[in-house]
């Protein structure tokens, strides 16, 4: 069975913070990974798709890197805003293309 | 109007009851998947479809059975329901061609198996 594990689970920050969190996954067989956002009440929405060794991603104020070889990605939050609270979910596509997601990690950015 | 709708939203029902949730998308996709969520365990995949001749069973299929009526339709099936299927469950649609596309997920259907 295929572990995808995020860590931490869950997070306070003070609006204003920078934030990071980690999604660690097989580093065999690698085809894909994807990070989500999971807002209370709605479905996810997908924010990166990243596949090569060293991409980096970016959106606003969220960026994403990722490590095939050790099997890692780390998602940043510059200067974390209310409306940033959400679950952030990953998703790890292997070579049979089942995505396989993480439990994710539940950020609250305090006013 | 939503590219990935499920039908029902909410359904509360009784132990042995056979149950239906359905799923329909306007987005052209071909490849559908199901999944649940519980608390602390994250999305699970129950069965994905890449076409409609196509079906596979995902992690936790066990209890559970599926249809690809059209393309744009992907039906799951509980059989005879019983309590620890309770669950928010989750219809995705993704691109084909190969290329790991991003999920796009419908709202979700809230199950209560009493």
Not at chain 1, 75 to 93: M, N, V
Not at chain 2, 40 to 64: A, H, M, P, T, W
Not at chain 2, 91 to 107: D, I, L, M, N, V
Request: with cysteine; aromatic share 12%; glycine share 8%.
């Amino acid at each position: 069975i295929l572990n995808v594990e995020q860590s931490p689970q869950s997070l306070h920050v003070q609006e204003g913070d920078s934030t990071n969190f980690t999604c660690s996954f097989p580093s065999s067989n690698f085809y894909a990974l994807h990070w989500y956002r999971w807002e209370t009440a709605k479905s996810p929405e997908a924010l990166f798709v990243m596949t090569l060794n060293g991409d980096e991603k970016k959106k606003g104020r969220i960026s994403a890197t990722l490590n095939t070889k050790e099997g890692y990605s780390y998602l940043y939050i510059k200067g974390s805003q209310p409306e940033d609270s959400a679950t952030y979910l990953c998703a790890f596509i292997g070579g049979t293309y089942k995505y396989i997601f993480g439990t994710g990690t539940r950020l609250k950015v305090l006013a | 109007d939503a590219d990935v709708t499920q039908t029902p939203r909410n359904r509360i029902t009784k132990t042995g009851k056979r149950i239906m949730l359905e799923c329909s998308q306007t987005k052209g996709h071909d490849r559908m998947y199901w999944y649940r969520q519980d608390p602390g365990l994250g999305l699970r995949l129950i069965y994905y479809s890449f076409d409609v001749k196509d079906i596979n069973k995902g992690e936790i299929s066990d209890g559970y059975s599926v249809s690809r009526q059209a393309q744009a339709k992907f039906s799951l099936s509980l059989e005879s329901a019983i309590p620890n299927q309770t669950a928010l469950y989750f219809c995705a649609t993704s691109e084909t061609s190969g290329r790991p596309y991003e999920q796009y997920f419908g709202p979700g259907t809230r199950l209560t198996v009493t």
